[in-house]
T-cell receptor, first 115, second 113 residues
């Protein structure tokens, strides 16, 4: 149980392109989903917290107009990297959680490479 | 400032031995602490959650301890196998709201034959 599916797994695109990443909880309802960014050999850095039906809460330093998050249902959240540039290249990972105090279940990440 | 510290150096052990990983935190008393495993190029996988009123928790070959006085958690893998080789992350809620986790930098474990 507790499977989170993240797509696509890898994206390579030109600078200026907008990229959408989907995160789905397959067998449970996620009241909260999280989006992380991870650089090589570093830990996960939380970008934003997303609750179904409400606006995402962004961490300090994360541009909300750059990283658009939509959490339209209890099983789906999307992250759109708008007008991506090479510095946005990274490993983006989503997670989903049923309730506060419960473990987070992670997708397998999206490797984004902007040329 | 609040922070989480894990052994930054990789831990190499022989197959069959017990691996012990450390997670120390400062300036906060979390209600619970979690351990995750992460393989290269993959998302983390949840392993164990231990609450502040629990001293120890076990799951198969895994054992976690939580010392709120020392502000430390130890993660043990007994009878380690090469398949246990991965990066292990501890995570805790530093804000008190029970809403989000802060992850340590992780310790890379390598189990050798």
């Amino acid at each position: 149980g507790a499977v989170v599916s993240q797509h696509p797994s890898r994206v390579i695109c030109k600078s200026g392109t907008s990229v959408k990443i989907e995160c789905r909880s397959l067998d449970f309802q996620a009241t909260t989903m999280f989006w992380y960014r991870q650089f090589p050999k570093q830990s996960l850095m939380l970008m934003a917290t997303s609750n179904e039906g409400s606006k995402a809460t962004y961490e300090q330093g994360v541009e909300k107009d750059k990283f658009l998050i939509n959490h339209a249902s209890l099983t789906l959240s999307t992250l759109t990297v708008t007008s991506a540039h090479p510095e946005d290249s990274s490993f983006y990972i989503c997670s989903a959680r049923e309730d506060r105090g419960q473990p987070q279940h992670f997708g397998d990440g999206t490797r984004l490479s902007i040329l | 400032s609040q922070k989480i510290e894990q052994n930054s150096e990789a831990l190499n052990i022989q197959e069959g031995k017990t691996a012990t990983l450390t997670c120390n935190y400062t300036n906060y008393s979390p209600a619970y602490l979690q351990w995750y495993r992460q393989d290269p190029g993959r998302g983390p996988v949840f392993l164990l959650l231990i609450r502040e009123n629990e001293k120890e928790k076990r799951k198969e070959r895994l054992k976690v301890t939580f010392d709120t006085t020392l502000k430390q958690s130890l993660f043990h893998i007994t009878a380690s196998q090469p398949a246990d080789s991965a990066t292990y992350l501890c995570a805790l809620d530093l804000t008190g709201g029970g809403n989000k986790l802060t992850f340590g930098t992780g310790t890379q474990l390598k189990v050798e034959l």
